[in-house]
């Protein structure tokens, strides 16, 4: 079974520009996560989707970050503009179910460098 | 609100020799437990989780942990460490009747031969 697709690897961009982030969950898992992990830091969460539904987004910058999960599949995480301070790991994550007992699986993530 | 502190950044161990790693929490009430590793570019794998019931945890690739109340730990221990567990590890609190994992800053372990 494929586990969190997530594209690119390693993106690195002037300040100012745009970025984007891909991740394909786990097939069949309704619960999707963004999470921000600094250097020397744990992960923390940006936003959760129930299938397309953004049901927390407390977390997100929302003058300058996006996402999306159309279809309830798929789901990317947008920087507009990327600050020097956005340089971190995006990690996506999925889960079967919605609540805290069901595991939460990790992608590789995607290592932004902001220039 | 809770929180996870784990108090050491770096962990250094000779190949066979046994390991801990040190989980402390803030909460009310019984949290929610998770250790994850983390290899350098990959993402984070599960290594074990405690929700309730018996303290002491097994998880994958050996590694078990311990829920111990009093103290508000939830540590990780190994019998004898392999040079393919250095990697990063972390503890995550979950608040029960919510979604949300709290990490811990992580424990940089490495293995010497």
């Known amino acids: 079974e494929a586990g969190v697709v997530q594209s690119p690897r390693y993106k690195i961009i002037e300040k100012k520009q745009p970025v984007a982030f891909w991740c394909n969950p786990i097939?069949?898992?309704?619960?999707l996560y963004w999470y921000l992990q600094n250097l020397g830091q744990g992960p923390e969460l940006l936003i959760r989707y129930e299938n397309e539904e953004a049901v927390d987004d407390s977390q997100l910058p929302k003058d300058r970050f996006s996402a999306e999960r159309l279809k309830g599949v798929d789901s990317t995480l947008k920087i507009q503009p990327a600050e020097l301070g956005d340089s971190a790991v995006y990690l996506c994550?999925?889960?079967?179910?919605?609540?805290?007992?069901?595991?939460?699986?990790f992608g590789p993530g995607t290592r932004l460098t902001v220039l | 609100a809770q929180s996870v502190t784990q108090p050491d950044i770096h962990i250094t161990v000779s190949e066979g020799a046994s390991l801990e790693l040190r989980c402390n929490y803030s909460y009310g009430a019984t949290p929610y437990l998770f250790w994850y590793v983390q290899s350098p570019g990959q993402g984070l794998q599960l290594l074990l989780k405690?929700?309730?019931?018996?303290?002491l945890v097994q998880g994958i690739k050996g590694f078990e942990a311990e829920f111990k109340r009093s103290q508000s730990s939830f540590n990780l221990r190994k019998p004898s460490v392999h040079w393919s567990d250095a990697a990063e590890y972390f503890c995550?609190?979950?608040?029960?009747?919510?979604?949300?994992?709290?990490f811990g800053t992580g424990t940089r372990l490495k293995v010497l031969a």
């Open positions: 405690y929700f309730s019931g018996d303290t």
């Open positions: 994550a999925s889960s079967l179910g919605r609540t805290p007992t069901d595991t939460q699986y």
């Open positions: 097939s069949g898992h309704n619960t």
């Open positions: 995550a609190v979950g608040a029960r009747g919510t979604y949300k994992y709290i």
